[in-house]
Each structure stands twice: as structure tokens, then as C-alpha cells.
């Protein structure tokens, strides 16, 4: 299975298409969920080179500087990390099943449990959106949406960060 953290096309609080930033505590945290969970790769999608860059300083920090020397766990989370500039890249080098995730109701959404049953049977990419999440017109270019994860209120937006760490144990989790 495969992570992707989708920083365009994404949303902001009025709906409107927008690019979102890479964050440092992104990275750090989505690493260490992949390699507590097994994850393959996780892709950090981002169209504009000085973001990557940004990144890459944050990746190479980890993999080749001090930070590897002082935390090699979190090293190895961080040999998980590929930046690339959109989906098409992503689509290219695992060749996987691409799920796209939403916190909103999505007609032909397919369960986890679905989700889990593909999983078994082929190579799975999980796409999550930054910001107010993925645009909806991008949803055109992926192979399945899952249902949005639902608590108890009204309130549905949590943190990427957390719905990743949700979503993963739901489908690979004890």
C-alpha cells in the first residue's frame, strides 16, 4: 500500500481551488504512521519546485544530516518519502489502485472494508488532500473514493494528519 499527500488541487475554507504548503510536521508525522503500518511509500505531491525543495532539505536532514545520526527510526521513516510534482508520477511509479479519500459524502463512495478487500487483491495508492481537501474535479482521475470517516458531531474536519492515522489502522490495523 502507498500513501499520497495531495497539496493541489485542493480546497480552502471557501471552497475555492486552491495549492496548499508543504509542512515539516506533515512529513514527520505521515513517516512515522507509514512505517508503524507498513506502508510502501509515501508520496508528497506538489506541483511548484520550491516546495519540493523546501522538502527535500527536510527528507535529506533526516536521510544524510545530523538528524538520521541522532533518530535512525525516524530515518527510516523517512526512507519512505518521494517527492514528485503531480498524480501522473505517482499513478507511474506504482502502477496501484488509486483510492482517493474526502471528509464529504461522495456518491459511489466505496467502504473500508471494500477498500480492504482490494487491498488484498492489488497494489493500492490512498490519495489525501491538504487545506479543506482534494478538489472535487480530481476525483475524475481516480479509481474509487472512500466514504469520509464519521465521529459523533456535525464537525467533520480533522487534521490530515489524523485522518491518516484513522483511515490506515481501520485497514490494516490489529
Known sequence: MHLALVHW???????????TAITNLDLHDLARVGLTYGI??????????SQLDFAKKIVDHWLKGFGGV???????????????????????????????TTAREYEN??????????????????LFGTGWGLAPRIFAQFD??????????EYNHISVRSAVAIIIDRLIGR
Open 9 to 19: 488541487p485542493c480546497l480552502d475554507k471557501n471552497g475555492q481551488e486552491i495549492t
Open 40 to 49: 510502501d511509500t509515501l508520496y508528497i505531491v506538489h506541483p511548484y519546485q
Open 70 to 100: 541522532y533518530n535512525p527510526v525516524r530515518k527510516r521513516a523517512f526512507e519512505l518519502i518521494r517527492l514528485v510534482r503531480d498524480l501522473d508520477e505517482v499513478r507511474e511509479n506504482t502502477g496501484a489502485f488509486m483510492i482517493g
Open 109 to 126: 463512495a466505496i467502504s473500508f472494508n471494500e477498500v480492504k478487500n482490494i487491498a488484498h487483491k492489488q497494489d493500492v495508492c490512498l
Open 144 to 153: 474509487a473514493v472512500t466514504e469520509p470517516i464519521t465521529g459523533v458531531a
